[in-house]
């Protein structure tokens, strides 16, 4: 492979498969470019990317480590989505993280989460009710994934269901900076974010509820161990666009991976018992996190016998891991039976997601809901014509469907 085939171009986001098993046969890390000229070291294989994922010397806080490197290259992007998100979960290492874990953990509870599902259920019911409604045809997205997980989040959160202007928002946060336009476009997303956050803090600290912010926001104001002021807005946001950005994509992905493969559909049709694994293997095939996770080398380390020197940003890439034939046989083939035991939907380690279980609960009631409505749904356009967004969360722009 040479130099210019590891030059990142935007139309690796439509169909990134092909270009991370190609790096992934070379069987090491490699120098990768990304389209805003930055250099990431990209991890593929399973093993490499597992042992990446539980590496201490791999920090966590790129970003953060970017904005204070002088050798590599920054810009308002950059600065404005460290600036929001340094102190959240995602972007800090222990003792930091491990104590800040520890505070918020009790706020995702089972018992919490669980206690959702009616109302889960009930919002995919009156969102396909007004599916129905229609003219038999609609966006599977834009009528459906986008706003289940939106709406859930909000009434998680106890905030206002602003629901068009967070999708656009954090759609701009999730970009690929590609240009001066898209860099402008995701710092002036992290402001709106960062600004709304602020509003909302103030909001429920006025008026308090039985919802996960004012859980949050009790602890801010604990005497002893407890969230800082920073903190607390970067937890604030990071659940605003974790909690409900890569649902979509799981929702929205997931449906269009079964209608690739119709043997899958038809299966999922005739045992609706099998949506649970169905769930675990979509997140597997074609999940949100793609390419992968961001990384930061504090010091000389080695990760599966390639050296990688201090100061190197790494790409661990979930969705390379998660196609790796060395780990799941036949890897490229969507099989709802699978055995996905040890992929990398959601993390590992200490950094995996606290909303698993919430995002595991919404697709399965969103994606088992739909096909009992609507057991006929099938795409309006042909494979190719589906639209990706570029961006470090792969998702569908849009995605056309015939209900009947």
């Known amino acids: 492979m040479t130099d210019t085939d590891r030059e990142i171009q935007p139309a690796f986001f439509?169909?990134?498969f092909p270009t991370l098993r190609a790096f992934q046969e070379e069987g090491q890390a490699c120098p990768v470019r990304l389209p805003d000229g930055v250099e990431w070291w990209f991890v593929t294989r399973h093993e490499d990317v597992l042992e990446g994922l539980s590496d201490p010397r791999l920090s966590s806080a790129a970003n953060d480590h970017m904005a204070n490197d002088d050798s590599l290259p920054t810009t308002d992007a950059i600065t404005s989505a460290n600036n929001a998100t340094r102190r959240s979960l995602v972007n800090l290492d222990p003792p930091d993280h491990t104590r800040l874990r520890k505070l918020v953990v009790r706020a995702f509870s089972a018992k919490r989460i669980d206690g959702l599902r009616p109302r889960v259920q009930?919002?995919?019911?009156?969102?396909l009710d007004a599916m129905a409604a229609g003219d038999g045809e609609a966006d599977l997205i834009g009528a459906y994934a986008s706003v289940l997980p939106i709406r859930v989040i909000c009434e998680l959160l106890g905030v206002p269901e602003d629901h068009d202007a967070l999708r656009e928002k954090t759609g701009a946060a999730f970009q690929v900076v590609k240009d001066d336009a898209s860099a402008d476009d995701m710092a002036r997303a992290f402001t709106w974010l960062t600004e709304y956050t602020t509003r909302l803090i103030a909001l429920k600290h006025d008026n308090p509820g039985d919802d996960l912010l004012s859980d949050l926001i009790a602890v801010h104001e604990e005497d002893n161990d407890r969230l800082d002021d920073e903190e607390l807005a970067a937890m604030a946001l990071t659940l605003l666009l974790a909690g409900h950005e890569t649902t979509v994509q799981l929702i929205g992905n997931g449906m269009n991976a079964l209608f690739d493969h119709p043997d899958q559909l038809a299966m999922l049709l005739e045992r609706p018992g099998l949506v649970r694994t169905a769930v675990e293997e979509l997140l597997r095939y074609d999940g949100p996190t793609n390419p992968g996770v961001a990384r930061y080398a504090t010091e000389d380390t080695t990760l599966g016998g390639?050296?990688?020197?201090?100061?190197?940003l790494l790409l661990l890439s979930v969705a390379a891991a998660n196609r790796d034939p060395?780990?799941?046989?036949?890897?490229?083939?969507?099989?709802i039976m699978r055995d996905t035991t040890g992929h990398l939907g959601f993390g590992h380690g200490i950094h995996y997601c606290l909303g698993a279980r919430l995002a595991r609960m919404e697709g399965e009631i969103a994606i088992?809901?739909?096909l009992r409505r609507f057991p006929g749904i099938r795409r309006a356009v042909p494979a190719g014509d589906v639209q990706w967004r570029l961006g470090m969360v792969r998702g569908l722009v849009s995605l056309p469907v015939i209900l009947r």
């Open 122 to 127: 009930q919002i995919a019911d009156e969102l």
């Open 326 to 335: 060395a780990r799941f046989p036949d890897a490229d083939r969507l099989d």
């Open 14 to 16: 439509t169909d990134p």
């Open 306 to 312: 390639v050296r990688i020197p201090r100061g190197a």
């Open 368 to 370: 088992g809901s739909l």
